[in-house]
Nanobody, 125 residues
Framework: QVQLVESGGGLVQAGGSLRLSCAASERTFSSGTMGWFRQAPGKEREFVAAVRWSGASTYYADSVKGRFTISRDNAKNTVYLQMNSLKPEDTAVYYC??????????????????WGQGTQVTVSS
């Protein structure tokens, strides 16, 4: 069973930055997709960003495009989410997810088999 461990959440003022990390417990993702999702209180879980384990393809939700950057370190089995120019509306629990799937529905949480425990990001105004 693959385990994903997130770190890097916290409290930051609007306009600040945070970097989230997601480490996979084993080297099983030579292909497939890693994604970040978030869920704010009273709202549904939503797609934030995704990256393929092979190649250079990255994908972003419109709400974070230009502010967030997803990257990976294959040697460390780790994916990062650099979040800049944070806004209060970015406040949510952020979840890392992984799938062996490399198709076009990277934005759909149902496509992901493995999930981290979540890390809280709070942006104060």
């Amino acid at each position: 069973q693959v385990q994903l461990v997130e770190s890097g959440g916290g409290l930051v003022q609007a306009g600040g930055s945070l970097r989230l990390s997601c480490a996979a417990s084993e080297r099983t993702f030579s292909s497939g997709t890693m994604g970040w999702f978030r869920q704010a209180p009273g709202k549904e879980r939503e797609f934030v960003a995704a990256v393929r384990w092979s190649g250079a393809s990255t994908y972003y939700a419109d709400s974070v495009k230009g502010r967030f950057t997803i990257s990976r370190d294959n040697a460390k089995n780790t994916v990062y989410l650099q979040m800049n120019s944070l806004k209060p509306e970015d406040t949510a629990v952020y979840y890392c997810a992984a799938t062996y799937y490399s198709g076009g529905r990277y934005y759909n949480s149902d496509e992901y088999e493995f999930w981290g425990q979540g890390t809280q990001v709070t942006v104060s105004s």
